[in-house]
């Protein structure tokens, strides 16, 4: 119900640009799509009714990719699409930065230059 929001470019052309494996490249994009996933299913059910969650929950696990779990949740959270997208925006901020900063600390650490 949100994957046409997604846009995964910008972190693919990052990891293509640094060094590390297919498989690690693989696992940073599965974390970043599982992060966006549980960001986005825990902003529905913080904008849905409590009444609701459960049922919510139950529907997406059984039917993931069904147009009308998309419908609900266009109908029941306010401007859904535009606040999805910046989170999904935000998640992917988030990730870039924590790759950068590990790659400057590595680099750091392996140059023995983490100021002791």
Known sequence: FYKELVELDEIEKMLNEIEISEVERTNLLDTVHKTIQIEIVKFVLDEIPQGQHEDFLRFLHQKPADESLGVFVKRSVENFENR????????????????????ETSEEWLEGDLGS
């Not at 935000?90 to 590990?102: E, G, P, R």
Request: charged share 25%; hydrophobic share 45%; proline share 0%.
């Open 84 to 103: 999805a997208r910046d989170l999904i925006t935000h998640v992917q901020s988030d990730f870039k930065n924590a790759v950068l900063d590990y790659l």
